[in-house]
């Protein structure tokens, strides 16, 4: 209803988007004012990151390829060491949301420029979210500095990404964008993202699982994943990734996997509630939203009970404590009976009513 009025704050980040787009790393590195860049991948890409370095040769100060999931701040600490050790001037992180967060952690503390080869669809490179873990708890901060000022997609950079992977990646960024649907803040700019990045993904996916290197269906699941990243970095995120946040902090459960499971669920909980916000996404889905994210979660065979991350049942009442223990804005209700009753069928892997 556009005489509601709303707010909208467009994202400041540079965004080069194509295949064979890598090669810009070194102008764009410049471009920054740059002269030294400290590279950033996991060990997984650590040979990636060795290529990168030959290819950009004397605008390397040094490389850490130590990055891990949930960004430890032990790791943070021992990569800002190296930084400095090696006088670096900017930080390139070549990976997906893990790497990534490394990134963020150490331009928020030193304000270093910070340039992201995105190659996963977690959608971090576009947002001013960085969670970070300490003695077992993992904290989020906002703040404008964590926004990376520079994002490389290259498509080729994700034909390696493994099926499995790519599938719940690719969930966790519909995620984004169904919750973006019904944030309270939600604006018809990013609404626009949130159907345009869901529809990318939903079409993409299925071909990526029968051709992994089929470079135009990589690179619509990539478009797709910065719209929905762009998404969750704009407006606030609900029952969704609340949920999810605590069942990762709490069980150590990993991050897209447990958003694939839950996303047909916590769908569902909402379903009634935000139907009219719903509806250009569930009309994606022939009308049932949750029943159709299921189907897919299917037909992709991907993950769809917590059973299978090797949960123990008996976690879930304790995730369900927590998740009540904090108010926040969602369409419906959060009790700790639905919550409960949410979890049970996730758990099982059963498709929603
Ligand atoms: P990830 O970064 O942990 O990547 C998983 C593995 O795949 C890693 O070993 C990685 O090196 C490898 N990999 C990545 N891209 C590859 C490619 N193209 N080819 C081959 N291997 C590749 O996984 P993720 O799901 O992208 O990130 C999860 C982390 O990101 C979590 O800690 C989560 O909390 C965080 N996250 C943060 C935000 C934010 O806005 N702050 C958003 C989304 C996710």
């Not at 990976?95 to 030193?110: E, V």
């Not at 971090?124 to 960085?130: F, G, K």
């Not at 994210?293 to 009970?305: E, I, V």
């Not at 917590?306 to 369409?331: F, I």
Request: aromatic residues 6%; charged residues 20%; hydrophobic residues 45%.
């Amino acid at each position: 209803d556009l005489t509601q009025g709303f707010t909208y704050q467009g994202a400041p980040s540079r965004v080069l988007f194509g295949v064979g787009m890598l090669a810009r790393v070194a102008a764009e590195i410049e471009g920054m004012g740059c002269k030294r860049a400290f590279l950033l991948s996991t060990p997984f890409q650590a040979a990636d990151i060795a290529t990168l370095a030959k290819e950009i040769g004397p605008l390397v100060a040094g490389t850490f390829t130590d990055a891990q999931m949930h960004t430890p701040v032990d790791v943070t600490k021992q990569a800002l060491a190296v930084f400095e050790a090696c006088g670096a001037d900017c930080i390139v992180s070549m990976g997906g949301g893990s790497t990534i967060g490394l990134g963020k952690a150490i331009a928020w503390r030193n304000d270093a420029p910070h340039l992201v080869i995105a190659t996963t669809y977690a959608g971090s490179e576009v947002t001013d979210i960085l969670g970070q873990t300490e003695g077992g708890v993992k904290s989020t901060v906002r703040d404008l500095k964590i926004r990376p000022e520079v994002v490389i997609y290259d498509a080729a950079l994700t034909t390696g990404l493994p099926i499995g992977m790519s599938v719940s990646s690719g969930l966790n960024a519909m995620a984004h964008a169904i919750e973006g649907l019904y944030a309270p803040d939600a604006n018809p700019v990013t609404s626009l993202m949130a159907v345009e990045g869901i529809r990318a993904l939903k079409a993409a996916l299925p071909l990526i699982v029968r051709t992994p290197d089929d470079i135009e269906a990589r690179s619509s699941a990539l478009y797709g994943s910065w719209l929905c990243g762009v998404v969750l970095g704009s407006v606030a995120m609900s029952l969704h990734h609340k949920l999810c946040h605590t069942l990762g902090g709490a069980c150590d459960l990993p991050h897209a996997e447990t958003h694939a499971i839950l996303l047909p669920h916590t769908a569902a909980y909402n379903a009634s509630a935000a139907a009219r916000e719903l509806s250009p996404a569930s009309a994606l889905f022939g009308g049932d939203l949750s029943g159709g994210l299921y189907d897919l979660s299917s037909d992709l065979n991907a993950p769809r009970a917590l059973r299978d991350l090797g949960l123990d049942r008996g976690a879930l009442d304790h995730v369900a404590d927590l998740a009540v223990r904090n108010p926040y804005s969602n369409p419906r209700d959060v009790t700790r009976d639905g919550i409960m009753g949410l979890l049970l069928r996730a758990y099982d892997g059963t498709r929603p009513e």
